[in-house]
């Protein structure tokens, strides 16, 4: 039975509001979200979006999966992990909280994430902000860059912008087929929900990832300046000032096939190295400062020998690191491992979020679960509007 504001204050002692604040703060999402309906001022405190900034935000790890059944049929899962219980020993399905995307049919891709929010694109080239904690869901207008997708020469981003308190989406495109081939940037923002274009950008090419890194204000991408280059460069997209500028590196400088580009905990993270002889995973503690590159790790090589790696041209891509120092991360695109720092050892973490399909009137569980991208996420109250 739901009490009332008044039969509450006789049956409960009377909080100071600041110490209700700040109780709610520590709460997950889910909590907060049934919360709400408890009385008028738990409603005003939860929506209020001075608390959603405040809010301790969860950091897990948003994974998007096809699950398989044995005849081959499959269907999508996204799955928000806790990846401290995981390195507690934890079961995957126990650690995990499984999402359904609201369109059901759109098959979408993951695109980036911040602050709780995960940017999407559907096969149809639609554009979508989600989050998945509280259900919210934005579409975007499309870019008028879209055409560029086919091309192989674009190129996109989703973050924060602090300076206007709002999200953007930024997209970069090459048009090939000018001489000389021509860059374009258009930039939305998620309050205004308008395209902006920015003229007069550099020219870059063969840019990866095709999703923008977020980190520190700025996406993040390597590229190569000019055809005659040999070696790449780390851009930087600044969302406020929106412009590009190249960040230093650690030495040596290594060819676009080498190295990989993410952020973890926060941090600008780099891979580089050979197969051959082991991946170096780099992070930069203090941004935009060449000196501030630490080598965290370098993942042995005997690990792209294994059975489960289905080719060695992925290599590995940090996604976090835990409060023991373990380092999670994908390799080869499709197997989640866990790299012990200190002891330097590596695991598989097995994806089952251990769902039951009925079929001719038995239940059975899926055969396999076949990674399609992660990211680190935060649990957060962010509206999309």
């Known amino acids: 039975m739901m009490l009332n504001e008044e039969a509450m204050s006789i049956s409960m002692p009377r909080l100071p509001r600041d110490l209700i604040i700040e109780i709610l703060t520590k709460l997950p999402v889910k ?12 409603y005003s405190i939860i929506t209020d979006p001075q608390f959603v900034k405040l809010h301790s935000k969860s950091p897990r ?8 059944r044995f005849d081959g049929a499959a269907v999508e899962e996204y799955h928000s992990v806790d990846y401290e219980a995981v390195v507690d020993k934890c079961v995957y399905y126990q650690a995990m909280v499984k999402f359904q995307f609201p369109l059901k049919e759109a098959w979408v891709s993951i695109c980036g994430s911040c602050n709780g929010l995960i940017f999407m694109m559907s096969v149809m080239n639609e554009l979508f902000v989600w989050n998945p904690s509280t259900g919210d869901l934005k579409e975007l207008p499309q870019s008028d860059l879209c055409f560029l997708i086919n091309q192989g020469s674009y190129c996109h981003g989703f973050g924060y912008d602090k300076s206007i308190d709002d999200y953007k989406v930024v997209v970069y495109g090459l048009s090939m087929g000018l001489s000389p081939p021509k860059s374009h940037v258009q930039v939305l923002t998620l309050k205004t929900n308008t395209w902006g274009i920015i003229q007069d950008v ?3 090419r063969n840019v990866d990832p095709y999703y923008g890194v977020f980190a520190n204000g700025a996406l993040h991408w390597i590229a190569n300046p000019s055809s005659s280059s040999e070696t790449m460069d780390l851009i930087a997209f600044d969302l406020a000032e929106e412009k590009f500028q190249v960040l230093p590196q650690p030495e040596p400088a290594l060819p676009f096939r080498k190295r990989a580009l993410s952020v973890v905990n926060g941090w600008l993270c780099l891979c580089k190295g050979e197969l051959d002889s082991g991946i170096d995973v780099w992070i930069m ?8 590159w630490i080598k965290l790790i370098t993942v042995p090589p005997h690990l792209f020998h294994n059975p489960n790696v289905w080719s060695c041209d992925k290599g590995f891509l940090p996604l976090c690191i835990s409060r023991d120092g373990d380092i999670f991360g994908i390799l080869d695109d499709h197997l989640l491992i866990e790299c012990n720092v200190k002891q330097n050892w590596f695991r598989c973490i ?3 979020s251990g769902s039951i399909f009925n079929h001719r009137g038995k ?6 679960y076949r990674l399609i991208r992660a990211i680190w996420y935060e649990e957060s109250l962010v509206s999309t509007r």
């Open 202 to 204: 550099e020219f870059y």
């Open 363 to 368: 239940k059975f569980r899926w055969t396999s």
């Open 31 to 42: 909590s907060l979200l049934k919360f709400k309906s408890v009385c008028k001022s738990w």
């Open 285 to 292: 503690k203090e941004y935009g400062v060449k000196e501030s």
């Open 61 to 68: 790890l948003f994974l998007h999966c096809l699950a398989v």
């Open 350 to 352: 097995k994806i089952d």
